[in-house]
């Protein structure tokens, strides 16, 4: 089993991409993962925020377009998406949350591989 983690630690992977879950859920196939916000709005550097909320979690959209908020989903075991998923008290509580993605090599070791 990979290992555990807290609500904050699973919330600094979500930042980085990763998708995260909770050991104990019932549900196969369930997990939560990051859906970028859109601005057309973002410095060279990518180091301002946006209400609040760093650019390094937008992608840049189109000229004209309405800022889209970085927001969090979850698939469900039905394989439906809940859009804007909500964490419960006891998963802001709890101690099992995993990385799905902890053993995966990052980007540019798995391009030297390829």
Same mark, same amino acid.
């Given at each position: 089993m @990979?290992n555990?983690?807290n %609500?904050?630690q #699973?919330? $600094?992977?979500? @930042?980085k /991409?990763h998708?995260?879950?909770?050991?104990?859920?019932?549900g196969?196939g369930?997990?939560?993962?990051l859906? @970028?916000?859109?601005s $057309? %709005?973002?410095?060279?550097?990518r180091?301002e925020?946006?209400e /609040?909320?760093s650019?390094?979690? %937008?992608e840049l /959209?189109?000229t004209g377009?309405?800022?889209r908020? &970085?927001n969090?989903n979850m698939? *469900?075991?039905t394989g439906?998406?809940?859009?804007?998923?909500l964490?419960?008290?006891?998963d802001?509580? #709890?101690e099992?949350w995993i990385?799905?993605?902890?053993? #995966?090599? &990052?980007?540019? $070791? *798995?391009a $030297?591989s390829?």
């Amino acid at each position: 089993m @990979k290992n555990t983690l807290n %609500f904050g630690q #699973a919330l $600094e992977a979500l @930042k980085k /991409g990763h998708c995260i879950a909770r050991a104990g859920w019932n549900g196969k196939g369930m997990f939560v993962y990051l859906n @970028k916000g859109s601005s $057309e %709005f973002l410095s060279p550097g990518r180091t301002e925020t946006i209400e /609040g909320v760093s650019e390094t979690l %937008f992608e840049l /959209g189109n000229t004209g377009t309405v800022t889209r908020l &970085p927001n969090l989903n979850m698939r *469900a075991a039905t394989g439906s998406t809940v859009t804007g998923w909500l964490a419960s008290q006891t998963d802001l509580l #709890a101690e099992d949350w995993i990385d799905l993605d902890a053993d #995966a090599a &990052p980007p540019s $070791e *798995a391009a $030297e591989s390829a």
